[in-house]
């Protein structure tokens, strides 16, 4: 293999690095270390180890390290995917996710609200379902005062 190969193929694993401690970080950012460390152990030396790497580095390190949305804003956007995808293990995770990216309770149901018009009912009740049982495990159940004030900041707006 001549030098100019091996430098190159040098430069590309730098390259792989870069965006994957990028992706890392940016990872547990929005999900937190102790959901990034778990994941990432329970698939070392497994066959989904493979796949975690991908992820870390071209789903976290090449989309969500880029410039153009904010963390909220694609959380907003990654939940209402979600919704339309029926992907309810994942949809936790980044509702989750959205939480800690400064999304709050009510955002969070009213894309609900919106993706089921646009993806149907039954997709839209399965994610509530989802949604709810998230939201209540980290914000606890919804407080009528809650209700009260949305509703009165809409009728000022």
């Known amino acids: ?47 989904g180890e493979a796949l975690q790497g991908y ?38 995770t980044h509702v989750r996710a959205a939480l800690r990216n400064g999304l709050t309770r009510r955002e969070i149901s009213e894309a609900v609200v919106h993706a089921t018009a646009y993806v149907g009912a039954p997709a839209g009740l399965a994610a509530m379902r989802v949604v709810q049982a998230t939201l209540v495990e980290q914000l606890g159940p919804l407080d009528s005062s809650e209700t009260e004030t949305a509703d009165s900041e809409e009728a000022q707006a």
């Open 1 to 47: 293999m001549s030098r100019d190969v091996m430098a190159v193929q040098s430069d590309v694993a730098a390259a792989h690095d870069t965006v994957y401690n990028a992706g890392l970080t940016a990872r547990r950012g929005v999900l937190g270390d102790e959901y990034v460390d778990a994941a990432l152990s329970r698939n070392a030396g497994t066959d």
């Open 55 to 92: 992820v870390s580095e071209f789903v976290w390190g090449g989309v969500w390290t880029r410039d153009g949305l904010g963390r909220r804003d694609r959380s907003l956007v990654t939940v209402s995917l979600l919704i339309a995808l029926g992907q309810h293990t994942e949809l936790a």
